[in-house]
Structure formats: structure tokens, C-alpha cells
């Protein structure tokens, strides 16, 4: 898995991942969708902690996808914590808009893939109403992964062969998406 500054060569797409740590069940799709995303050589792939996500990793990105584990039916706080930090920092004032705000993620493609103990509705539902937003498009339905043979809300239940499979599909068909500029 990437995890770099470096500038892309201009002619590449950019994916970026952001999840909230390098650990756990989220981790383990973050990977799977990374590794399914690197099948497509015309993108550049990036995976960033959300804790060190930046603006600019937002703005230079032609698609960007959100994993979180869920955390009492809601995101991990650290990902709230960098849409807290970062969420007006994309967004510039508008004479369009009587003196409002338009965001500068608009259209962009956008997918959110969530690791939960109990049904993941709550954590996908709080990102996708932060990112509305931000006007961004999505480009994917949520992938909610339920671990399985933990008790409600653990996680220490497994995740099955077919959600790490749908993870990598998910990488593959988004970076192809974006490299062809279909998405």
C-alpha cells in the first residue's frame, strides 16, 4: 500500500483512500481495496491516515474513499476530526451564492466503505451527509462490511473471504473508473 507525498506524473489519475489507522478490520478493506485499485497502472494511488489528511490531498484527487470502522453507529473520530479540520478549508466564498460558500470538491467521485460490528447504516450515513456538503459525486453504493461470530457491536468477529473480494473489486472497478475519466 501506498502511502507517499510525491507528486503524481500529470498524466495519472489520483485515488486517495483516507481511513483512520494503520489496524484492525478497516485496515484489513483499506488493504484489499488498495490492492484491487493497484491492478490499473494509470492511476496513482494514495492512502493516507485521517489524522495527516490534508486539503490539498482532497483537491489534487480525482476520486477519494472514505473507510471507517463503525464506532457506536457512527464514523471513528478520527475521521470526523479531519472533516471537522478540513471540511471548510475545501470550500471558497461565492458572489454566485449572495456571499455563501461552493465547495471546491464538487463533482468529484466519492465512495465510502465502512467495518461494522452492528449494521454500518449509522457510520456511512454521518460521513455521506458530511460529504454532501462538499457536493461531491458518489460513484459506488456504501460497502458496509459486518464482521461476522462476534457478538452485536464487537470487534472481534471475523470478516469473510466475500467482503475482502467485493473490497478488491471495488478498488479495481473505481480505479479504472477514474483512469478512463468515466467516473
Not at 62 to 68: G, I, M
Amino acid at each position: 500500500m501506498m502511502n507517499t507525498l510525491a507528486s503524481p506524473p500529470t498524466t495519472l489519475r489520483r485515488l486517495t483512500v483516507i481511513h483512520p489507522g494503520t489496524f484492525g478490520g478497516t485496515q484489513r478493506l483499506v488493504s484489499s481495496f488498495c490492492e484491487g485499485a493497484a491492478t490499473c497502472s494509470e492511476i496513482h494511488l494514495v492512502s493516507r491516515s485521517a489524522s495527516v489528511c490534508t486539503e490539498h490531498e482532497l483537491l489534487d484527487s480525482d476520486a477519494v474513499v472514505f473507510a471507517t470502522p463503525e464506532h457506536f453507529g457512527y464514523m471513528a473520530g478520527s475521521m470526523k476530526a479531519m472533516f471537522d479540520r478540513l471540511f471548510y478549508r475545501c470550500m471558497q466564498d461565492s458572489t454566485a451564492l449572495d456571499g455563501g460558500t461552493e465547495s471546491l470538491l464538487a463533482g468529484r467521485a466519492y465512495a465510502v466503505i465502512v467495518c461494522a460490528g452492528n449494521d454500518g447504516t449509522g457510520a456511512a450515513e454521518s460521513m455521506t451527509r458530511i460529504i454532501t456538503g462538499w457536493r461531491m459525486r458518489k460513484v459506488a453504493d456504501d460497502l458496509i462490511v459486518r464482521r461476522v461470530g462476534g457478538q452485536a457491536g464487537s470487534t472481534r468477529g471475523k470478516i469473510a473471504d466475500g467482503d475482502i473480494a467485493r473490497c478488491k473489486e471495488l478498488g479495481q472497478s473505481i480505479a479504472e473508473g477514474i483512469s478512463m475519466g468515466a467516473l
